[in-house]
Structure formats: structure tokens, C-alpha cells
């Protein structure tokens, strides 16, 4: 699967915007889809993730309440709403999906198979 993140730009501390990565081929219901985040010279971290029905999702602690993760099978496009920003947000934002039907939602870098070109998010204080 072939991955294309969109939506990232700049905002004030306080805004919202919404990312979205959308999918190439037919299988897209068979993965599941993360969102992670990387500043220069750090590693990437996971933000949220989402099982391949959208039954289950999986937050970091400094987005909670925050941040949520949706996706449409129907659309083959995974969402990431981002609400209350704060300038710590501001990263690359990658998606990135993993092979497989399970209730288990993937948080690691290196359980991913796929990622997308990532989106710039600048959050202005």
C-alpha cells in the first residue's frame, strides 16, 4: 500500500487542523494505520494508532483528549483531528499502516511496514 499524508501547515496555539493520509489499493480495510511524529535529531514517536475496523485506537499520553484517529475503509483514508495545539506539537507528521486483521493496535516504529512522505505541522506560540 502506497501511503500520501496531506493537511499539515501552520497554526496558532490554540487551533486545530486535521491530517489525512490517503491509501492506494483495495486492501486498506487490512491494516492497521498509525500516526507518528518526528522533530530534528529525535526519534519518531507514535501519536495514535487504529486497528484495521476502527474498533480499537491507541493514544500517546500528550495527545489524549486532544488528538483523535478515524478512518473510512470506505475512502481508504485515515484521519488524524487535532485539536487545543501547542507549540511541543510541531513535528513531521508521518502515517504509516501495517499489515493485519487483529483487535491489536500496533504502537511501535518498527511494527509498521509502510509510511507515508510525512507533513509538516508548525504550531506558533
Known amino acids: 500500500v502506497q501511503l500520501q499524508a496531506s493537511g499539515g501547515g501552520l497554526v496558532q496555539a490554540g487551533g486545530s487542523l486535521r491530517l489525512s493520509c490517503a491509501a492506494s489499493?483495495?486492501?486498506?480495510?487490512?491494516?492497521?494505520m498509525g500516526w507518528f511524529r518526528q522533530t530534528p535529531g529525535k526519534e519518531r514517536d507514535i501519536v495514535a494508532a487504529i486497528n484495521w475496523s476502527g474498533s480499537r485506537t491507541y493514544y500517546a499520553d500528550s495527545v489524549k483528549g486532544r488528538f483523535t484517529i478515524s478512518r473510512d475503509n470506505a475512502k481508504n483514508t485515515v484521519y488524524l483531528q487535532m485539536n487545543s495545539l501547542k507549540p511541543e506539537d510541531t513535528a513531521v507528521y508521518y502515517c504509516?499502516?501495517?499489515?493485519?486483521?487483529?483487535?491489536?493496535?500496533?504502537?511501535?516504529?518498527?511494527?509498521?511496514?509502510?509510511w507515508g512522505q510525512g507533513t509538516q505541522v508548525t504550531v506558533s506560540s
Open positions: 489499493g483495495r486492501t486498506f480495510s487490512s491494516y492497521a
Open positions: 504509516a499502516a501495517k499489515m493485519g486483521r487483529t483487535v491489536v493496535v500496533p504502537k511501535g516504529v518498527n511494527e509498521y511496514d509502510n
